[in-house]
C-alpha cells in the first residue's frame, strides 16, 4: 500500500469521529499538570483533518498526554502527518508505534535484570529489588490498562487502518529497531485485523 492509499484508508476510516471536547482532549485537566495543560491548548479547536503538520511535528508526544478519547480522536491526524512529512517519520512513527504496543510481563523481567545488573556494578546495599519489582509492576498493569482502554474503543475498519499504518511501518522503515517495533505491535494486538 503506497502513501495516498493508506492516507485515504486512514481518513475514511476516522472521519465521522466526533471531537471529545476541549476539556477531553489530555487525561488531566487539573491545571497543574504542565504537559497536559501544552498538548491541550495546541489541539483545542482542532479537527483532526486540519491540526497544522508543524503542530504535530512540535507536540510529537503528544498522544501519550491525551485522554483516552483524545488519543482515538487525533491518532489519525499523527499518522497520516508522518506518511506526508518523510523528515520526521522515523521519530514519530516510533512514538506512535510505542504507543500502539501492548506492553507484556516480559518488561518487568527485562527490567528486574536491568536492575540486577545495576545493583551489582553500583553495590548500592540500600536498594529494595522486591520494591523496585513491585514499582515497576504496578506501573506496568497500568500500562497495559491504558493500552486496553485505548484499543478497544477502535472501530474494525479503524483497527484495519491502525494495522496497515502498523505494516507500513514495519515494511518501509530504514531502521531495523523500528521495524522490528512495529511487527511487535502487531504480533501482540493488531494482527487480528488483518
Known sequence: MNHPELVAEITAAFQDEPYPGDLNIVYDNSGFHLECIEIREAFKGHLWQEVPDDVLSAERTGLSFMSKEGFKYYLPA??????????????????VVQLLTLPTEIDIAVMAEKIQRYEVAS??????????????????????????????????AQGRAIYHFLVYARDEAGDEFLSTEADLAIQRYWFQFE
Open 78 to 95: 499523527f499518522m497520516c502527518s508522518l506518511l506526508r512529512d518523510s523528515s520526521v517519520v522515523e521519530e514519530g512513527i516510533s512514538m
Open 123 to 156: 553495590k548500592l546495599p540500600d536498594v529494595d529489588l522486591n520494591e523496585v519489582l513491585q514499582n515497576q509492576l504496578n506501573y506496568t498493569n497500568k500500562s497495559i490498562n491504558t493500552f486496553i482502554a485505548r484499543a478497544i474503543q477502535f472501530t474494525p
